[in-house]
């Protein structure tokens, strides 16, 4: 049997939009069931994100601590964004997300996994990239606002991190999956075998 997701929709009968935020809404479906009846499911629509596991020469990662009101915690993270326009170009939107919050640049790109972060309750898609052969960017910083300017920088042995993950530590969604994946690709067939950075997205479809 194959292990893969796959494709499927549901009949949908109503649906509203009782809240429109910032970047993000909630919508309500109105669902059929297999048994025919209906019920109703509330979800967070979401535009998507990316983000990049920044692998340095001497094995270290590139993370960032960032204080998250909602789970009231300051975490340490990877670099992370939104896919701001729709039918961005998720490289595109890593490489600069990169440069916006550590001013670095990298000359290697890979797809490094993709997941949906809370599939029960809302329909984010996250593209993880790896980034190698990392510089520091040419001209002025990014100008951070918000808790963005707050913000702690730091490169850290990946297994630390790993270590920190498995040890209950660590909790951002991203960095979890992407040092474990980033682990799991060195113990397999290597990171050159990594998927391209333009691999299609069928989550997020993307013009090149």
Not at 78 to 107: C, S
Not at 109 to 133: H, K, M, S
Not at 160 to 186: D, I, P
Request: a negative charge.
């Amino acid at each position: 049997m194959a292990i893969k997701d796959t494709p499927e929709e549901w009949t949908v009968t109503a649906s509203t939009t009782p809240f429109t935020g910032n970047k993000t809404s909630v919508r309500t479906d109105t669902v059929v069931m297999p048994d025919g009846h209906t019920v109703t499911r509330d979800y967070q629509v979401h535009p998507g994100s990316v983000a990049v596991v920044a692998l340095d020469d001497e094995g270290r990662v590139l993370v960032l601590r960032q204080y998250r009101h909602p789970v009231r915690q300051r975490l340490w993270e990877i670099p992370a964004g939104l896919l701001d326009v729709p039918g961005e170009n998720p490289l595109h939107a890593a490489q600069r997300e990169l440069y916006e919050e550590a001013h670095v640049k990298a000359e290697d790109w890979r797809v490094l996994t993709d997941v949906y972060t809370t599939p029960g309750g809302c329909d984010e898609a996250v593209r993880i990239f790896l980034a190698r052969d990392l510089s520091e960017a040419e001209g002025e910083r990014f100008e951070v606002s918000e808790e963005e300017a707050d913000m702690e920088l730091a490169r850290v042995p990946q297994q630390e991190l790993v270590r920190g993950a498995l040890a209950g530590e660590l909790h951002n969604n991203c960095l979890v999956v992407g040092v474990l994946a980033l682990t799991a690709a060195q113990a397999g067939e290597g990171l050159d075998a990594l998927r391209p950075a333009d691999a299609p997205w069928p989550a997020r479809p993307f013009a090149s």
